[in-house]
């Protein structure tokens, strides 16, 4: 059996998806290692096509190029890690990395794009597996790629094209590139004026909603991106699409999400964006289809960038971060302008506009791998990872029906505890919920069943541990 690399030792559905950070420390020993090579002279390029990359270093300084592992028909070396750099005139501009195609041994061998020139840069994704990745940008004038193989069997490997422009995805013919930041025409907005404001003409013609000021505007009974979901008769068996990264919430894997029926919203909290643990809560309401934090302020990523441009400080997407633990994720970035002082200021005096208070100043800390259910005031969140990896055993419950919102943590005199874990569940059944399997900090995988009942005395509050009757408990290692 096979030893998993660090990186390698994670949930299986982030395997081919995600990484872990502990990756980064043999990478960067790796880059000392391998030597450069600077591609340039059609010789160079012809010998290129004609091998398997093999423990080689690549730098491309062109506008427009393709990478690959090697010729067609052959597969990539087995053991082996290739590294293609790709440098833009300046850092101002963008790289735009599109596949062709994709073949890697699933969960075992790996693609990583860095947006920068080194492996201390952000990790904008790592890809295995056949399916081919989505276009990925690098914004900061450099792009770094690693091919990595272990010691079994290899497959085709892949080819991907690459463009250098001075706006990202050249605007896709939706604007204008101005100072390196695209000007949407009219009923277009993203980074790059990709995406339609109001697709589907927001259902107009049924009555689902109009499109004003760049965005749908639903009727009463509909909500999404283009008023498609019904909220009192929806259609069975239909993915509807109620909103995207650009509106407010940013990409994230292993978070929790918990639908609250009385305020009709989504509450997501926590998670990893593949270079930091958040801990911040966002609530998307249903009734006016957008994204908000918890002291109902709209995480809108156009609302946000219009303000920051007003003092120049849009450079980059700076605003489109995910905040830091001290930014109590607000969703905002730390340079300074009118926006971030008003919201420092509302949350420090956790009043809002009309002088209702916000919450109070104990919270959880960031994490993902966590757990959440529903319950009659709120919802609770359990366990998970925390940013320098210990797991978690703590217990929060988040009131939405005091004062706007509450954190308070739970069952702090529980004479029994559960053991810290991730990858777990929690649900919620009669008086009680069940936490249920997960990871522990050995590694080890736990099948033990534990159950508590929330109380309005939480110094009453017990865990107990449930042996249920019949069947076997297993033990993975």
């Known amino acids: 059996m096979r030893q998993l690399p660090l990186h390698k030792q994670w949930p299986r559905h982030l395997q081919c998806k995600a990484v872990a950070n502990g990756m980064l420390i043999s990478l960067i020993l790796l880059g000392v290692l391998l030597p450069y090579g600077t591609e340039g002279h059609t010789a160079q390029k012809n010998l290129h096509q004609q091998q398997s990359c093999d423990k080689t270093r690549r730098v491309f300084n ?132 990709s995406q339609d404001a109001c697709p589907d003409g927001c259902g107009q013609s049924e009555g689902r909603g109009s499109c004003v000021g760049a965005q749908c505007v639903c009727s009463s009974n509909y909500s999404g991106q283009s008023c498609s979901l019904h909220k009192t008769h929806p259609v069975a068996n239909e993915w509807h699409w109620l909103s995207n990264s650009k509106n407010g919430l940013t990409p994230r894997a292993t978070h929790t999400a918990v639908y609250f029926a009385p305020t009709d919203s989504l509450y997501v909290f926590g998670g990893y964006n593949l270079n930091k643990v958040l801990g911040s809560l966002s609530i998307y309401r249903f009734k006016t289809s957008r994204w908000e934090n918890e ?132 649900t919620a059944a009669g008086n009680y919920m069940y936490a249920f399997g997960g990871a522990l900090e050995n590694g080890e995988f736990s099948s033990r069943l534990f159950r508590i009942q929330l109380s309005e005395n939480a110094s009453s509050e017990q865990w107990e541990e449930v042996f249920p009757r019949g069947g076997k408990r297993w033990i993975f290692d």
């Open 62 to 193: 062109e506008s427009y190029g393709e990478i690959s592992d090697g010729p067609s028909g052959y597969n990539y070396t087995q053991d082996s890690h290739c590294e293609w750099l790709i440098k833009a005139q300046n850092d101002s501009q963008y790289i735009t990395l599109n596949f062709r195609s994709m073949g890697t041994e699933c969960s075992f061998d790996y693609i990583f794009i860095y947006d920068g020139d080194s492996f201390r840069s952000p990790l904008l994704g790592s890809f295995s597996g056949k399916t081919e990745p989505q276009r990925v940008v690098a914004s900061s004038g450099s792009m770094l790629v690693l091919l990595y193989s272990d010691t079994n069997y290899v497959l085709e490997g892949f080819k991907a094209e690459f463009a250098v422009s001075n706006c990202p995805n050249n605007c896709t013919d939706h604007g204008k590139c101005v100072d390196h930041s695209c000007v949407c025409n009219a009923n277009w907005v993203g980074d790059d004026c």
């Open 295 to 426: 002291w109902g302020v709209s995480l809108a990523s156009e609302e946000m960038q219009s303000i920051a441009t007003m003092n120049g400080s849009a450079r980059k997407g700076t605003l489109f971060r995910e905040p830091s633990e001290d930014t109590l994720g607000m969703g905002i970035g730390r340079e300074p302008n009118f926006f971030n002082n008003f919201i420092f200021s509302l949350a420090d005096n956790k009043t809002g506009p009309f002088g209702a208070v916000y919450g109070n100043n104990s919270r959880p800390t960031g994490r993902y791998g966590h757990a959440a259910c529903a319950v009659s005031d709120g919802f609770v969140i359990f366990g998970g990872k925390l940013a320098g990896g210990r797991l978690s055993a703590d217990l929060w419950l988040y009131n939405i029906t005091e004062n706007g919102g509450t954190w308070s943590e739970r069952a702090l005199s529980s004479a029994f505890q559960p053991p810290p874990l991730t990858r777990h569940t929690l």
